[in-house]
């Protein structure tokens, strides 16, 4: 179990997190929502053992994250940040194949990975192009197909049991926001736990099994999609009349109430 313990964190003189817990497992997708500024990334980055809490603690099966090679930690989670710098001209393949070269020497065909994540991502297509040329969703999918070598190949290593994606659906059209949750909700099915920073309340509640929405650095609610993102409390926390609505389905349908804005 990955998860962060009354996590308390100040960045830039401001409280970031103000006691914050959340304990992510294997085989299930938590959301993470909540606005601008409601220490959605900064949580991210307690979890992904980038930030260490001023207090509380981040644990992976109890052991400190701290306490961890970095080796040892990418081995076991895979992190894609909101905004992945691209230092060096690198065609697509070369910057996927950077994931996989986490992985113990020999421990997976590395060659073999790489050529999967891009096609689960769909760039397949774009292999030989400067990465640094890409359009902006591109760009995100090649970070994203990056990320999923290093989650299989840590698998084949006896790890890789975590993704963690910050906003992985900002630059990207409907199609490829949908197709990007739909990679996540396999990898959750598959056994991996999978943390996602999401602002699309629609995206969170078809996909996750558990939503935590913050506002302020804390913790509002915790829970099931259809309990956590009601419309009241999303109202109070937006700060804009939003309703919901539940189709013959099941599905919710959120959105501003522009009747009431």
């Keep these: 179990m990955l998860e962060a313990r009354d996590a308390h964190l100040t960045r830039g003189g401001r409280p970031a997190l103000a006691g914050v817990g959340l304990a992510l497992r294997p085989g299930e997708l938590v959301a993470l929502c909540g606005p601008n500024g409601a220490g959605k990334s900064s949580l991210f980055a307690v979890l992904a053992g980038e930030l260490r809490p001023d207090l509380g603690a981040a644990l992976l099966d109890g052991r400190p ?14 992190a894609l940040e909101q905004a992945p710098a691209l230092a060096a001209p690198f065609t697509v393949t070369a910057l996927v194949a950077l994931g996989a070269a986490t992985a113990p ?27 640094d040329r890409l359009s902006g969703g591109e760009r995100a999918r090649a970070h994203l197909a990056r990320v999923l070598a290093q989650l299989w190949t840590g698998r084949a290593a006896g790890g890789g049991r975590f993704l963690l994606l910050d906003e992985p659906t900002a630059s990207l059209d409907v199609a490829h926001q949908v197709a990007v949750l739909r990679l996540a909700r396999a990898e959750a099915d598959a056994g991996t736990g999978v943390l996602a920073v999401l602002h699309d309340l629609n995206l969170a509640a078809a996909f996750a099994d558990r939503v935590l929405l913050m506002s302020e650095g804390r913790a509002i609610a915790e829970g099931a999609p259809g309990e956590v993102l009601e419309a009241g409390r999303l109202s109070e926390v937006y700060r804009i009349p939003i309703a919901v609505e539940q189709s013959a389905g099941g599905m919710l349908r959120i959105a501003p109430d522009l009747s009431r804005a």
């Design 65 to 78: 994250l701290a306490a961890m090679t970095a080796a040892g930690l990418a081995r076991e989670r895979a």
């Design 105 to 131: 020497r020999g421990a997976a065909d590395e060659g073999a990975i790489v050529a999967r994540a891009m096609a689960a991502t769909g760039i397949a297509a774009l292999a030989g192009r400067p990465a």
